[in-house]
Structure formats: structure tokens, C-alpha cells
T-cell receptor, first 113, second 113 residues
Framework: DQQVKQNSPSLSVQEGRISILNCDYT??????FLWYKKYPAEGPTFLISISSIKDKNEDGRFTVFLNKSAKHLSRHIVPSQPGDSAVYFC????????????FGDGTTLTVKP | NAGVTQTPKFQVLKTGQSMTLQCAQDMNHNSMYWYRQDPGMGLRLIYY???????DKGEVPNGYNVSRLNKREFSLRLESAAPSQTSVYFCASKPGQSTDTQYFGPGTRLTVL
């Protein structure tokens, strides 16, 4: 049973428009959520996180929303830029589990000029 | 400050051969992790070390062993490689067990023939 799911393997948007990356989870013990970005032939790099005590976290063009009742989080990029094209992973963890993170399968975002 | 380094970058093995993947971090982090990423999938945890001197199994430990040599280094060993172990392997570290960010190495691309 996959505890963290990214149901869209790919997403294509036009430059300047909004990109919305979605992630669903099933484990109600998760209390910390992270987004990572990955380019080909590189390791993932951390982007933004959100704790379960919050429902929104903003960082410039990027905003993460957390809906705990729906066990759903999303990451919005506004405006999208071609340099945002990459694979995005969401991950979830809980303090009781040695800080281990469970990752989704990733969404490949393509931003067209 | 190199962050997390992994050697080798690429490796081709024949079925039954053994090898060790090396990982080192220079950030004085306590926790270190080994993941594998198969095509179209997320990162799956193989083994982790919450602190120097301790190691524990992750989601997919079969066929692997690990050694936390010291605080800096965490190696992953394949005793008898199998084609199912063809994957990209990522090492990561983070300051402690709390739910903070992981820092990833660039990965090792392993092919088992």
C-alpha cells in the first residue's frame, strides 16, 4: 500500500501560467511534508516544507497548501518558468519513525516557453 | 564544503559479483540514508543510520548490507548482485532524527547484467 501518492506522472504548462502539483497521503501519523526537485543525473534537492500545524507555507513564487482532513497537499508555482521544468517529489514523515521520509513517485513538470 | 559525495558515479556488474557503494558527508550530520530509485518510481529506503554506531532496515533491505564507518561515512554493500538491483542509488544525510530536510548525493547508477 503506497502511503504517499502523486497521481499525475506528468504535467505540462505554458510559461507564466500556474503549475499545481498534487500529493495525497494515507498515513494520519505523518506530520511533516516536504517537496524536493530533481534534475536528470542529479540528486533531489529540498524546496519547501510544511508542518501539520500549518495549512499554508509561502516562499516567493511557491506556495504549499496542506488539507489535513483530505490528507492532501499541493504545491503551486506562480508564474511558472522554463527553469522550473524538473521532476518533483513530495515526501512525508513523522517524528515517531526515526525521521524517515516516505516519497511519492514524482511528477515531471514541463514548462513551455 | 562538498555536501554529500558518492562513489562511483557509474558501475556495471555481472550477476553474482559484489561491490560497495561509498557515501560521505562533511556537514557533521548525525543521520544518513540509502535509497534506490527505479524508473518511474519514487525513492525507496534501503537502510538508514539514525546516529553513528546504529543501522536499521528500511523498506527494501533484502540483498544489501550497510556499515556506518564513522560519523562521516555510510557504505552500502551488495554481496551477490542481481539484475533486480539495477537502479540509481542515492545517499542522503540530515542533522538528526527530527523531521528536517535531507541532503542528497548525486547518485550512483548501477547496472547488473
Amino acid at each position: 500500500d503506497q502511503q504517499v501518492k502523486q497521481n499525475s506522472p506528468s504535467l505540462s504548462v505554458q510559461e507564466g501560467r500556474i503549475s499545481i502539483l498534487n500529493c495525497d497521503y494515507t498515513n494520519s501519523m505523518f506530520d511533516y511534508f516536504l517537496w524536493y526537485k530533481k534534475y536528470p543525473a542529479e540528486g533531489p534537492t529540498f524546496l519547501i516544507s510544511i508542518s501539520s500545524i500549518k495549512d499554508k507555507n509561502e516562499d516567493g513564487r511557491f506556495t504549499v497548501f496542506l488539507n489535513k482532513s483530505a490528507k492532501h497537499l499541493s504545491r503551486h508555482i506562480v508564474p511558472s518558468q522554463p527553469g522550473d521544468s524538473a521532476v518533483y517529489f513530495c515526501a512525508a514523515s513523522d517524528d515517531t519513525n526515526a525521521g524517515k521520509s516516505t516519497f511519492g513517485d514524482g511528477t515531471t513538470l514541463t514548462v513551455k516557453p | 564544503n562538498a555536501g554529500v559525495t558518492q562513489t562511483p558515479k557509474f558501475q556495471v556488474l555481472k550477476t553474482g559479483q559484489s561491490m560497495t557503494l561509498q557515501c560521505a558527508q562533511d556537514m557533521n550530520h548525525n543521520s544518513m540514508y540509502w535509497y534506490r530509485q527505479d524508473p518511474g518510481m519514487g525513492l525507496r529506503l534501503i537502510y538508514y543510520s539514525a546516529s553513528e554506531g546504529t543501522t536499521d532496515k528500511g523498506e527494501v533491505p533484502n540483498g544489501y548490507n550497510v556499515s556506518r564507518l564513522n560519523k562521516r561515512e555510510f557504505s552500502l554493500r551488495l554481496e551477490s548482485a542481481a539484475p533486480s538491483q539495477t537502479s540509481v542509488y542515492f545517499c542522503a544525510s540530515k542533522p538528526g532524527q527530527s523531521t528536517d530536510t535531507q541532503y542528497f548525493g548525486p547518485g550512483t547508477r548501477l547496472t547488473v547484467l
